[in-house]
C-alpha cells in the first residue's frame, strides 16, 4: 500500500509539463468550503502555489487561503498562550512538590508548545520544504484528468468514495486510497475503464516489517518493529502514476472529489526491502490513452499498466 507520496503540486508545473488547465473552479471550492470549517487538509505546496496569483481567480484563491491561514494563526497564538500558562502553573508547583500529575502536565504543555510553535513557523515559512508536498491518506492533491478532449487539473481527495457508495465507507474501507490491480473489475468496476486519473510523484513511503527490511527470521520472543521506508526511483524523475477518481454528491453534502492510486505486485528490490506493493507510473507516451479510457476494451488499459516506466527503486529509512 501506498501510504504516502511525494507529489508534484505546483499547478503551473503541470501546464508546463502537460499542457494541463487548472480547474480553478474546483481549487476555488476546495478552499472556501474549508475556509468555511471543512476539514480538507491540503498541503502547504499546493497553497504556496498561488503565493503569485496572475488572474482574478487565483487572487481569489490566495484570499481565501490567507483568511483560513490568518484564522489559524489566531487559534494557535490563543492555544500558546493557554499552554504557556499552564506550563507556568506546573513549574510553580514543582518547585513546592513533585507529583505525577504536575510533572505530566509540565510535559504535555511544554510538547503541545512545541507542537504548536512548529504549526506557527509553518504557516508563516516562505521557504518551500520537502515535506510541503507530502500527502497521506485524507489529504489533497492535483490530479489530472481528461475533460472534452483537454487535459484538466483538479484537487481530490487521496481516498476514494465512489459515487453512489454512502459515506461511511471511508471509515468501512479504509484502504481505499488504493486500488489493487487484481480488483479492478471487482470493487473498483464503477470507475475502471472509465474514470482515469494520473498523480505526479516523485517518491513514495511504505510502512515495512524491519525484521523484512533485513531480511531475516525474528528471534525467539523478539518483537517485530515497524519502519517507514522512503522509495526514490532512479535515475531521478516524476512518476505518472496510475489512478481512478470519482465525483460523489449526496443531498446537502458538497460534492467531494477523491482518487485512489493503482498498486500491483512489487518490483524485486522493492520487495527485497520488506513490501508487497508497489504504485504503477505510467510511461508519458501512454498518458493520453490512459485518460481517455474504453471500457469495452479493458485488455488496452491492462496493457498501459504493464507497458509501465521500469526505474529502479532506491530506498532509505524516512525522516
Not at 17 to 44: C, D, H, N, Q, V
Request: with cysteine; net charge neutral; glycine share 4%.
Amino acid at each position: 500500500m501506498c501510504y504516502s507520496a511525494q507529489i508534484q503540486a505546483d499547478y503551473r508545473k503541470f501546464v508546463r509539463m502537460f499542457g494541463a488547465t487548472m480547474s480553478i473552479k474546483e481549487f476555488a471550492r476546495l478552499f472556501f468550503e474549508r475556509a468555511e470549517g471543512s476539514k480538507a487538509k491540503i498541503p502547504k505546496a499546493m497553497e504556496d502555489a498561488f503565493s503569485e496569483a496572475q488572474s482574478d481567480a487565483e487572487r481569489e484563491v490566495k484570499a481565501l487561503i490567507d483568511r483560513f491561514n490568518a484564522e489559524q494563526v489566531t487559534k494557535l497564538e490563543q492555544d500558546l498562550f493557554k499552554l504557556r500558562a499552564r506550563l507556568a502553573d506546573a513549574e510553580r508547583s514543582l518547585q513546592t512538590k513533585v507529583t505525577k500529575a504536575t510533572t505530566e502536565s509540565r510535559r504535555i504543555a511544554t510538547d503541545k508548545i512545541a507542537w504548536t510553535l512548529g504549526k506557527l513557523e509553518d504557516i508563516r515559512r516562505t521557504e518551500p520544504q520537502a515535506r510541503d508536498s507530502r500527502i497521506f491518506p485524507g489529504h489533497y492533491a492535483p490530479v489530472m484528468v481528461m475533460e472534452n478532449g483537454q487535459r484538466v487539473l483538479k484537487p481530490m481527495r487521496y481516498q476514494c468514495r465512489i459515487a453512489g457508495k454512502p459515506a461511511s465507507y471511508d471509515v468501512k474501507f479504509p484502504g481505499t486510497y488504493n486500488a489493487r490491480r487484481d480488483n479492478l473489475e471487482g470493487f473498483w468496476k464503477p470507475l475502471f475503464g472509465y474514470l482515469h486519473g494520473i498523480l505526479v510523484v516523485n517518491a513514495f513511503y511504505e510502512n515495512v516489517s524491519r525484521a523484512k527490511m533485513e531480511g531475516r527470521d525474528l528471534a525467539e520472543g523478539e518483537r517485530d518493529e515497524n519502519v517507514v521506508l522512503e522509495f526514490r526511483p532512479n535515475p531521478a524523475h516524476d512518476m505518472l502514476v496510475a489512478c481512478l477518481w470519482s465525483r460523489w454528491s449526496a443531498p446537502g453534502e458538497p460534492d467531494l472529489l477523491s482518487f485512489a492510486a493503482i498498486t500491483d505486485e512489487p518490483p524485486a528490490e522493492v520487495a527485497a526491502a520488506g513490501h508487497d506493493r508497489c504504485i504503477i507510473p505510467i510511461k508519458p507516451e501512454n498518458v493520453d490513452a490512459w485518460l481517455n479510457p474504453d471500457a469495452s476494451d479493458l485488455a488496452a488499459l491492462y496493457a498501459i499498466l504493464d507497458d509501465r516506466d521500469r526505474p529502479y527503486y532506491e530506498h532509505r529509512m524516512a525522516a
